[in-house]
């Protein structure tokens, strides 16, 4: 073991003591020390669900990625492994970056972004990024001694040697494929696709798709999945540009929905859905479970915010993993099934006619899953305050003459509050309007009509604003059902 590996990993053990259990959030994975961002190697591993992610553990910013390793059985209980790769090679002094795992035989093998920085004789600093290969038993890996894998050589003519990182690798029958992202000559994303009938020489396949300059600048961080008929390719774009009340994160993440030919390795995009509209949400990674669940994790912060509290050790979570289903050419997201399993105090209303300010006993606390249906009504608008006391809360609000919704945590306690509000635009379905917020200490995740959309954010609120009121202009008739959640 390196040096930088055992550093890490005796650092982070000590660490992780030192950090309470109560500061922690409750059903979403939080990194054992440190920082992390985005989730690598997401994906099942002798019938447990592992998750690597960008990591440092020496301090709550981001500086000389290595990978962090958890695992879990059911996606809400995570056992911290120890760190799994250090930038310990000449080819990734300067960061082991993203990428992706798959279990093949005995073996996970690990395909990730070396970044290696140099200082030329002419006194410039050249960056490179390639692919490498780790191979391991589930706890320690080595890396290939022919690293790299896939380098400079195999991009097509003119894609920047500098951006080209995150690999998602998959396999189908004998040969190994995996999407990449990539600067193309016009200085925009393009995600490639390479394959390889032995993990070590690779080749090129095709541009899968092109960003052009219209949807951001650089792509990152892709996957490729079939979802029932349809091909899907992820991506996470850098530089976004808003349009209308869309894309205003700057680093967003995209569904590209569309067809793919297998034997000419073409696809073709028919649809762009933005997946999350809330203010912490990128880098978003799939797995397929045994049993055929196409799972979505993703790392519920912004490179544009950070609201950590100045006395802690630990700072980045992910989201609650969400399952993947597409109904008419639209891609919803509902939370991790498994979740139910943790449920605890079912407390639920039905017919509620709501107008002025109320307080409904029972419904309240910061570790729930809270169902609301808006039935009918005059109203004209909806305001509920979460994580509410005398001096704090956040707000939703569904104003249904515009046919928005709005969430708003300028109020939650954070000093900074230049970032604190994202609104989507959005439709009932037979007259009634339906949301599922997931809240955890320091986050909260709208899904509105069943996971057709969705919004995450950070709050960091005092623990004890535990409120909720429920608030409508004209008189709204509101089912409700609220679950404790308890791991
Ligand atoms: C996305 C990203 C990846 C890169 C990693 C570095 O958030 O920029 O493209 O591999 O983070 O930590």
């Known amino acids: 073991m390196s040096q930088l590996l055992e550093k890490a990993r005796e650092y982070e053990q000590n660490n992780v003591k030192n950090i309470p259990n109560a500061q922690r959030p409750v059903f979403h994975f939080s990194v054992p020390s440190g920082w992390l961002n985005d989730p690598n190697g997401f994906s099942d591993f002798k019938e447990e669900h592992h998750l690597f992610f960008q990591y440092n553990p020496y301090s709550t910013h981001w500086d000389s990625m290595h990978w962090g390793h958890a695992k879990s059985t059911d996606f809400i209980k995570w056992e911290y492994l120890p760190t799994a790769l250090a930038p310990d090679k000449e080819y990734d002094n300067a960061g082991v970056f993203s990428g992706s795992a798959l279990e093949d035989g005995e073996k996970q093998i690990l395909l990730y972004t070396g970044v290696k920085e140099e200082l030329l004789e002419n006194g410039e600093k050249q960056i490179r990024q390639t692919q490498c290969l780790a191979i391991g038993d589930g706890i320690n890996y080595e890396k290939f001694p022919a690293n790299p894998v896939i380098t400079d050589k195999h991009l097509p003519a003119g894609s920047s040697k500098e951006d080209f990182r995150d690999p998602k690798i998959w396999k189908e029958g004998d040969r190994y494929y ?18 390889s009938d032995n ?49 205003h994160n700057g680093n967003n993440a995209l569904f590209l929905i569309g067809d793919y030919q297998k034997e000419t ?3 073709t995009r028919k649809h762009v859905q933005n997946i999350d509209y809330g203010l912490d949400f990128y880098a978003p990674q799939t797995m397929l479970t045994g049993d055929g669940r196409r799972i979505m994790t993703a790392w519920m912060q912004s490179w544009d915010t950070y609201l950590c509290p100045e006395d802690y050790l630990w700072y980045g979570m992910m989201i609650c993993p969400r399952e993947l289903s597409i109904k008419n050419g639209t891609v919803y997201q509902t939370p991790i099934h498994e979740l139910t ?12 006619p709501i107008k002025k300010e109320t307080q409904l006993k029972g419904i309240e606390g910061r570790i729930i899953d809270l169902q609301i249906t808006l039935k009918s009504g005059d109203y004209r608008k909806f305001k509920i305050k979460l994580a509410s006391n005398q ?20 109020h939650s306690g954070y000093r900074r509050d230049i970032v604190s509000t994202r609104s989507m635009i959005v439709e009932e379905e037979n007259n009634a309007f339906h949301m599922r917020i997931l809240m955890d200490r320091y986050s909260v995740e709208i899904f509105v009509n069943y996971g057709k959309q969705v919004m995450t954010s950070l709050i960091y609120t005092p623990q004890s604003a535990t409120g909720i009121t429920f608030e409508s202009i004209g008189e709204a008739l509101m089912d409700i059902t609220k679950y404790n959640i308890e791991v």
């Open 341 to 352: 399993q943790y449920y605890k105090n079912k407390v639920s209303y039905s017919n509620l």
């Open 178 to 195: 995996a999407v990449i992202g990539s600067r193309s000559p016009d200085g925009s994303g393009q995600i490639l696709l390479f394959f």
């Open 265 to 267: 390795f073409q696809f």
């Open 391 to 410: 001096q704090f809360y956040s707000e939703i609000i569904y104003n249904r003459e515009e046919g928005i919704l709005t969430f708003d945590r300028s």
């Open 199 to 247: 993990l070590t020489d690779w080749q090129f396949g095709n541009i899968l798709d092109k960003c052009e300059n219209k949807l951001g600048k650089m792509w990152e961080c892709p996957d490729f999945f079939h979802l029932n008929n349809y091909s899907v390719l992820m991506v996470s774009p850098q530089d976004m540009l808003a349009e209308g009340l869309t894309f």
